[in-house]
């Protein structure tokens, strides 16, 4: 009775700062837009909501296996959304504009003879309204 999904759109990029072969530093910023269809993940009519839209800036520290073609990660960073929160459940009801903090947390593979292939999982913790973001997140590295 508290679970409540809703469908949206995550876009993020990444400066990667490699400190170590096994240690990189990751600026990001990005953003978040979810909205309520009326319906849950179930396809059943609700009146619960877990709206966001928002920018993301933030920073996190990859810790990762070095090993060509497949090596696992696992990130953990603290950042900040900007944006306009509406959490509508049985028990919680949450609405908030402005800055508030998330805790991003991401595991998965890096792919590819240089590793340049990321596929993973990405979470966005935001406890002051009582959401979190995830994905399935698909990325590609390149030098500029």
Known sequence: MDDVADRGLLLQGELVLKVRSWFELRPYAGMIITNSNGKDLNNN??????ESKAFLLGGKARLRAPIPWVAPYLELGIGASIGKFET???????DK???????????GLELGKNNNVDLGFTYYFQPSVKQFVGAMAVGITFPL
């Open 45 to 50: 009519p609700t009146n619960e909501i877990a």
């Open 97 to 107: 504009g402005g800055i508030i903090y998330h805790i991003p947390i991401a595991f």
């Open 88 to 94: 509508f459940t049985y028990y919680d009801y949450s």
